[in-house]
Nanobody, 123 residues
């Protein structure tokens, strides 16, 4: 079992940056692919970024490529999402996902979810 706790959300102006963190409990963290998803009001949950268990493969949703960077520190049981050049359309609740399977495009599945952290980008 893995429990995930996100932090780092908040209010930022367009063009600004934020770094989200996801702290995981459980000794099996390092065995799982991890990722970030987001959900804006009235929209479906959207894949943002994923990282393989060793950190040697990363995947990004088209809307964030070149602006967001995912990373992980297995020694700290933590995965990060560095967000830059933020836009108002990035406003959403961001969720950390554990044991992620990414199939390309918008197709994904995950067995563990955090509670989410709100990111609001003002114009």
């Amino acid at each position: 079992q893995v429990q995930l706790v996100e932090s780092g959300g908040g209010l930022v102006q367009a063009g600004g940056s934020l770094r989200l963190s996801c702290a995981a409990s459980g000794r099996t963290f390092s065995r799982y692919n991890m990722g970030w998803l987001r959900q804006a009001p009235g929209k479906e949950r959207e894949f943002v970024a994923g990282i393989s268990w060793r950190g040697d493969s990363v995947w990004y949703g088209d809307s964030v490529k070149g602006r967001f960077t995912i990373s992980r520190d297995n020694a700290k049981n933590t995965v990060y999402l560095q967000m830059g050049s933020l836009k108002p359309e990035d406003t959403a609740v961001y969720y950390c996902a554990g044991d992620l399977s990414y199939y390309g495009g918008s197709r994904f599945a995950a067995n563990y979810w955090g509670q989410g952290t709100q990111v609001t980008v003002s114009s």
